[in-house]
């Protein structure tokens, strides 16, 4: 019985391995790895050329760098593994000659080549055994991350809201939140609004941020004003900031849906857009540092009256600092652009259309930060 026919089984060979992904997606995927790995390695060279260093030494001085940018990288034993592999490609094919008696001559040749080519690939091997086994565990980071924000926003009346974040990795340091405050009594039901932005990126970033939620959810069951609730979670992230390095900004804001009064702490975070229905713009400005930079820092609380037509949009900085391939910023001008231009629209709507403005402005740019939103649209 014949199988299927060559050409049959190459298009499945290659739908496996490309996902099923078109050329111009591969090769966006593969510029995207490429910068990714080249500002990793970057990080570790210094490209700055003297004034009495010829062009030709320093080109020989970068790429020592930048080597060693890359052998650092690996563990001490597969640092020997590489440097044996690049020393058996160089020897490439040799040959040993030697008498073996009056008249007659022995040789062996040998591809050093070849097994240079086997010990790259068992070290390729070995790096994808790890990469691996990392993705495996980040996946398993993202879903716990997942539970800890809402997936859908809670029914509060006169407000329509929409939130969303975009991990620049696997995993994000970003927060946001909005959900009735513990102990409210069904005569005064207030709500908590948050977002939040962890110094750093990836898995440290989202262990903070997973330590700013637990606190904030616990803390903020007991009594007290909003800036006593601030200082409890600055006081606690203090204990484990290593000293204000491992710091987060952040808008803490409580809404009292009858009297549609916003009650906010600022703590360093990108200043709030406060859209009203006549076209001006107010912004969210008053509260104090950044949670985890000084253990007893004072905050103080901001005050406004939300109207209908009104728009509340909290962000952190990826939304206004992406960037393009020329390293041209989004920026706020463009964002509030999108805002007026959006006015009319269901929240979840117009944030669609926002992020799909970023992706036309980045094109085929990396994603440098985590990007959240939160829109709410007072009705």
Excluded at 95 to 115: N, T, V
Excluded at 131 to 153: C, N
Excluded at 192 to 217: E, R
Aim: glycine share 6%.
């Amino acid at each position: 019985m014949k199988g299927p026919p060559i050409k049959e089984r190459a298009a499945r060979f290659w739908d496996r391995v490309t996902e099923g992904m078109q050329v111009s997606e591969l090769w966006n995927q593969f510029r995207a790895d490429a910068q990714s790995s080249y500002r990793l390695y970057s990080r570790d060279v210094d490209t700055t050329r003297d004034a009495d260093v010829r062009r030709g030494r320093h080109v020989l001085q970068l790429a020592r760098q930048f080597f060693w940018a890359i052998l650092e990288k690996l563990t001490p034993a597969r640092r020997i593994l590489l440097l044996l592999a690049l020393v058996l490609i160089a020897l490439g094919a040799f040959q040993w000659s030697w008498s073996s008696g009056p008249g007659e001559m022995s040789a062996f040749s040998i591809d050093a080549r070849f097994w240079g080519a086997i010990l790259l690939l068992a070290l390729f091997i070995m790096e994808a055994g790890d990469r691996v086994v990392m993705k495996r565990d980040l996946q398993i980071a993202k879903e716990i991350q997942a539970w800890l924000l809402p997936s859908e926003p809670p029914a509060i009346a006169g407000l329509e809201i929409a939130f969303t974040t975009r991990p620049a990795n696997t995993v994000a340091g970003d927060y946001y939140d909005v959900f009735a405050r513990p102990g409210c009594t069904p005569e005064n039901v207030t709500f908590l609004m948050a977002i939040a932005d962890v110094a750093g990126k990836s898995v440290p970033a989202a262990m903070l941020m997973a330590t700013f939620q637990a606190s904030l959810k616990t803390l903020s069951s007991t009594p007290g004003i909003l800036t006593e609730l601030v200082s409890r979670i600055n006081r606690y992230a203090c204990s484990n900031s290593q000293n204000g390095r491992r710091f987060t900004t952040a808008v803490v804001a409580e809404y009292d849906s009858r009297s549609r009064k916003l009650t906010y702490v600022n703590a360093g975070h990108n200043l709030p857009i406060l859209l009203r229905r006549n076209g001006s713009v107010d912004r969210l400005d008053v509260g104090g540092v950044p949670i985890g930079v000084m253990d007893n820092a004072p905050y103080s609380a901001g005050e406004v009256t939300l109207e209908a037509g009104d728009w509340l949009v909290f962000f952190t900085d990826g939304v206004v600092e992406a960037e393009n391939n020329q390293q041209q910023e989004y920026g706020e001008d463009r964002f509030l652009t999108m805002l007026r231009w959006g006015a009319a629209m269901p929240p979840a709507l117009l944030l669609q259309h926002i992020l799909a403005d970023i992706d036309r402005f980045e094109a085929n740019a990396p994603q440098h930060d985590d990007i959240t939103c939160m829109l709410l649209r007072v009705v």
